[in-house]
T-cell receptor, first 111, second 112 residues
Framework: GAGVSQSPSNKVTEKGKDVELRCDPISGHTALYWYRQSLGQGLEFLIYFQGNSAPDKSGLPSDRFSAERTGGSVSTLTIQRTQQEDSAVYLC?????????FGQGTRLTVV | QKEVEQDPGPLSVPEGAIVSLNCTYSNSAFQYFMWYRQYSRKGPELLMYTYSSGNKEDGRFTAQVDKSSKYISLFIRDSQPSDSATYLCAMTRVGGSYIPTFGRGTSLIVHP
């Protein structure tokens, strides 16, 4: 596609449930990032994938968060046993170099 | 101290004004500097990208980097109501992974 695509655009889930967020990067981009943006806050780095290298998971806030990237393309961010503090916009970006291009985000609300 | 500091604003200006948005940073390893614009309930959109020190101009937008002061700026000339958005600065290191580190963003309001 022309840009980074994320789905769903909105997700409401009950506390304690697991959720999966999907990201389709720009075709050919080797790097993929996940960020989290809470209300009125900047972007908090979560995880980074580059080609076939081991991902940089240094930003994941707890072991309830995990992500995978299949075939060097599509990525899924999974949050297990969701908590209310997980409510935020989850942004995915991809790049070939320093400039990252973002999707529209998934707005997650945990009730 | 955060690696990248940015005043969250809001910054309110009249239409036609020159806007100056700024970030400071602490890590001298940062070499690539970017500005993103984010409209409400949208993803960040890359506006400009510069490498190392100097100026870069694109239409009404000018990005400026002063590495000696660890200070970057984005100037918007002839500001328009459609420029009302949150502006985020971001920067990355040279070599290895290019994981951008972001400022909090500055909310800009341009009123007619």
């Amino acid at each position: 596609g022309a840009g980074v695509s994320q789905s769903p655009s909105n997700k409401v889930t009950e506390k304690g449930k697991d959720v999966e967020l999907r990201c389709d990067p720009i075709s050919g981009h080797t790097a993929l990032y996940w960020y989290r943006q809470s209300l009125g806050q900047g972007l908090e780095f979560l995880i980074y994938f580059q080609g076939n290298s081991a991902p940089d998971k240094s930003g994941l806030p707890s072991d309830r968060f995990s992500a995978e990237r299949t075939g060097g393309s599509v990525s899924t961010l999974t949050i297990q046993r969701t908590q209310q503090e997980d409510s935020a916009v989850y942004l995915c970006a991809s790049s070939l170099g320093p400039e990252a291009f973002f999707g529209q985000g998934t707005r997650l609300t945990v009730v | 101290q955060k690696e990248v500091e940015q005043d969250p604003g809001p910054l309110s200006v009249p239409e036609g004004a020159i806007v100056s948005l700024n970030c400071t940073y602490s890590n001298s390893a940062f070499q690539y500097f970017m500005w993103y614009r984010q409209y409400s309930r949208k993803g960040p959109e890359l506006l400009m990208y510069t490498y190392s020190s100097g100026n870069k101009e694109d239409g009404r937008f000018t990005a400026q980097v002063d590495k000696s002061s660890k200070y970057i700026s984005l100037f918007i000339r002839d500001s328009q109501p459609s420029d009302s958005a949150t502006y985020l600065c971001a920067m990355t290191r040279v070599g290895g992974s290019y994981i951008p580190t972001f400022g909090r963003g500055t909310s800009l309001i341009v009123h007619p």
